[in-house]
């Protein structure tokens, strides 16, 4: 147990649902990140959220819409995904910083969503 | 694009043996990360290497930061079955806290 937690832990959804992911963190931190997992790619990093800022969008389509509305948790709205975004979804959190940076900060991952689009 | 590779991709061993997992990149990072992740959870940071020629123990894993920065290994002592899961490192360049993850190896360890 991290103090990340994270929900639904799995998802089947079609291709014109819309869906959400929740992440919620008990560890008093105030950045929060998505990250994908797909089976042959490495972790990609999605968006990142510093006191509920966002601070990095990765080139992430927009069929995929975060939301961070206070510090403990970060959703991922999902609406008219494709198959290949089959993956887990992680999220993280770390202290994060009211100047603005995020170096080398230690991340706490959550269990993930394992997410699979028909 | 700077990438971490990491090898062996897959690696199946019996208890009590040794073994060291790579992570190999082009690039220069300024810290560097190992992570376990076991099925169903998300990855557990294992430890942060930020000097070249660090090493560091964690019980029976040790960990080293190449001299250049370009590289590190993993190494466990007489492998438990609990040490099953998938390894991954993660490298952050100088001024940015993003990590870039490598491409993992999935241990197996069996009793």
């Known amino acids: 147990e991290t103090g990340v937690t994270q929900t639904p832990r799995h998802l089947v959804m079609g291709m014109t649902n819309k869906k959400s992911l929740k992440c919620e963190q008990h560890l008093g931190h105030n950045a929060m990140y998505w990250y994908k997992q797909s089976a042959k790619k490495p972790l990609e990093l999605m968006f990142v959220y510093n006191f509920k800022e966002q601070t990095e969008n990765n080139s992430v389509p927009s069929r995929f819409s975060p939301e961070c509305p206070n510090s403990s948790h970060l959703f991922l709205h999902l609406h008219t995904l494709q198959p290949e975004d089959s993956a887990l979804y992680l999220c993280?959190?770390?202290?994060?910083?009211?100047?603005?940076?995020?170096?080398?900060?230690?991340?706490?991952f959550g269990p993930g969503t394992r997410l699979l689009v028909l | 694009t700077q990438l971490l590779e990491q090898s062996p991709q897959f690696l199946s061993i019996q208890e009590g043996e040794n073994l060291t997992v790579y992570c190999n990149s082009s690039?220069?990072?300024?810290?560097l990360q190992w992570y376990r992740q076991e099925p169903g959870e998300g990855p557990v940071l294992l430890v942060t290497?930020?000097?070249?020629?660090e090493v560091k123990k964690l019980k029976r894993l040790t960990f080293q930061f190449g001299d250049a920065r370009k590289d590190s290994s993993l190494h466990i002592t007489a492998a438990q079955p609990g040490d099953t899961g998938l390894y991954l490192c993660?490298?952050?360049?100088?001024?940015?806290?993003?990590?870039?993850f490598g491409t993992g190896t999935r241990l197996k360890v069996l009793a």
């Open positions: 690039s220069v990072f300024s810290s």
């Open positions: 993660a490298g952050t360049t100088s001024g940015t806290y993003k990590y870039i």
């Open positions: 993280a959190s770390s202290f994060g910083s009211a100047a603005g940076g995020l170096a080398q900060e230690t991340q706490y």
């Open positions: 290497v930020v000097t070249g020629g």
